[in-house]
């Protein structure tokens, strides 16, 4: 609930932030992701999408709903390519908690990021899967345990989907600013 009554503030601290904290704090809010899962994740595959986009492909080998990976979950988000060096340069170097949280401070927390992307997807089942949510994908582990990594099955098309709609609508909202 603060979220919505402190959007400006937030909107005012994040481009305040330092670049690489900023470009972090932007990969939670398009991932829908924990700040310590993105800290665990891989980024397995990298693949050119329409115009201006990539399609980022995060594995998750351990995380908080999965602690001894079994699951094999990850996540396809679409990335802009002009921001594709900031994500490689952010991601040898990758944002501390602390440092997220100190730069959020007095507005929101850093789990805040995630919940402020689920609460932009109006479909429930949709947002749990763009979130890697346990209960979204146990029902799909054996198919995802064989399955080559693709761009075009339904579940990283809808991902993809999702994070384009968290970019547009933080565009929106003039967080994307310069």
């Given at each position: 609930?603060?979220?919505?009554?402190q959007m400006e503030i937030?909107?005012?601290?994040?481009?305040?932030?330092?670049?690489?904290?900023?470009?972090?704090?932007?990969?939670?809010?398009?991932?829908?992701?924990?700040?310590?899962?993105?800290?665990?994740a891989r980024i397995s595959?990298?693949?050119?999408?329409?115009?201006?986009?990539?399609?980022?492909?995060?594995?998750?080998?351990?995380?908080?709903?999965?602690?001894?990976?079994?699951?094999?979950?990850?996540?396809?988000?679409?990335?802009?390519?002009?921001?594709?060096?900031?994500?490689?340069?952010?991601?040898?170097?990758?944002?501390?908690?602390?440092?997220?949280?100190?730069?959020?401070?007095?507005?929101?927390?850093?789990?805040?990021?995630?919940?402020?992307?689920?609460?932009?997807?109006?479909?429930?089942q949709e947002a749990l899967?763009?979130?890697?949510?346990?209960?979204?994908?146990?029902?799909?582990?054996?198919?995802?345990?064989?399955?080559?990594?693709?761009?075009?099955?339904?579940?990283?098309?809808?991902?993809?989907?999702?994070?384009?709609?968290?970019?547009?609508?933080?565009?929106?909202?003039?967080?994307?600013?310069?």
């Open positions: 609930a603060r979220i919505p009554a937030f909107v005012e601290r994040i481009h305040q932030t330092p670049k690489r904290i900023r470009i972090f704090m932007l990969l939670q809010l398009v991932s829908a992701s924990r700040h310590a899962d993105l800290h665990n595959n990298v693949w050119e999408l329409d115009g201006d986009w990539l399609a980022i492909r995060l594995f998750l080998p351990i995380w908080k709903s999965d602690q001894r990976g079994k699951l094999f979950a990850a996540k396809v988000i679409a990335w802009p390519k002009q921001l594709w060096d900031a994500l490689v340069s952010t991601w040898k170097e990758k944002a501390a908690y602390k440092e997220v949280h100190n730069a959020l401070e007095n507005v929101v927390t850093p789990h805040d990021l995630r919940r402020l992307a689920l609460n932009t997807i109006e479909d429930p899967i763009l979130s890697c949510h346990a209960t979204a994908i146990r029902e799909t582990r054996a198919y995802r345990q064989y399955v080559a990594p693709s761009l075009n099955d339904a579940i990283s098309q809808t991902q993809i989907k999702l994070s384009k709609h968290l970019w547009e609508t933080f565009r929106t909202c003039r967080m994307m600013r310069n």
